[in-house]
């Protein structure tokens, strides 16, 4: 969503911050997704999209978020993570999953939605990601000296 040409996933996930348990797949199935092998996740033949449906509450790494952007078009709603957290996300797989491409991904987005980098430095190394955040930095520094 905020840094589409720079990276693009190809499933979107869905918290259940309500639900006190998983819901049944009826409505999902009836539209016309199947379940794939990986328990959880949907797929549609006519789709380049999946669906996974999580248990809440929404977090990323150690902290479960309060606050998110809410986009509402021709009268329907759709709550979204805020660049800050999208960014926060990515890195959380740079640190948990040593997942590199991740830390791209996070100054992908960092470079197209200004966030506040002394914080995530911070939660970085909170989160036991300063080597991740190296990483992260080398990338950032890189987009902002070539954005001139």
Known sequence: MYA????????????????????????VLELGFSETKSRGI???????????????????????????????????????VNPFDCVRDRMAAAIHWRDSSSALQAAAVAHARPIDIDALRNWCIAEGGGLAYSIFEGHYRSMNQNKS
């Open 4 to 27: 589409p040409r720079a990276y693009q996933t190809r499933d979107l996930d869905f918290i259940l911050h309500f639900a006190i348990s998983m819901p049944k797949a009826g409505p």
């Open 42 to 80: 949907y797929s549609h033949p006519d789709l380049e999209f999946t669906l996974e449906f999580l248990p809440g509450p929404l977090a990323v790494g150690d902290t479960v978020l309060t606050t998110w952007d809410t986009w509402e078009k021709d009268g329907l709603t759709l709550y979204i």
